[in-house]
């Protein structure tokens, strides 16, 4: 399994914006499709965004379209959430997670397709 580590949360207000980076251990990187997953109190986690294997394939949770972007450098190892115009019901801890077990294009949503996830990262807006 690949380790994942989460860094880039922090405080921010209603407008604002927040990058999070992950970073990967290991050489296979590149087989792994990597998604980002928040987590609210009281509430369960949801998928926020999925970048495929080779980065060419991206999906989002309705609420973040347009706002988030995820994206991926296998050289570097790294999976990153930019994230704009932020709301307070963006608050949650974020979690990065891998996927190994998918096809090449695929951009899988559920967490039971992920294999290994990092710590996670708490984000939170105030309004």
């Known amino acids: 399994q690949v380790q994942l580590v989460e860094s880039g949360g922090g405080f921010v207000q209603a407008g604002g914006s927040l990058r999070l980076s992950c970073a990967a251990s290991?050489?296979?990187?590149?087989?792994?499709?990597m998604g980002w997953f928040r987590q609210a109190p009281g509430k369960e986690r949801e998928f926020v965004a999925t970048?495929?294997?080779?980065?060419?394939?991206?999906d989002y949770v309705l609420s973040v379209k347009g706002r988030f972007t995820i994206s991926r450098d296998n050289a570097k190892n790294t999976v990153s959430l930019q994230m704009n115009s932020l709301k307070p019901e963006d608050t949650a801890v974020y979690f990065c997670?891998?996927?190994?077990?998918?096809?090449?294009?695929?951009?899988?949503?559920?967490?039971?397709?992920?294999?290994?996830w990092g710590q996670g990262t708490q984000v939170t807006v105030s309004s």
């Open positions: 290991g050489r296979t990187f590149s087989t792994y499709a």
């Open positions: 970048i495929s294997r080779s980065g060419g394939s991206t």
């Open positions: 997670a891998a996927a190994r077990r998918v096809g090449v294009r695929e951009t899988p949503r559920g967490s039971l397709a992920y294999d290994s």
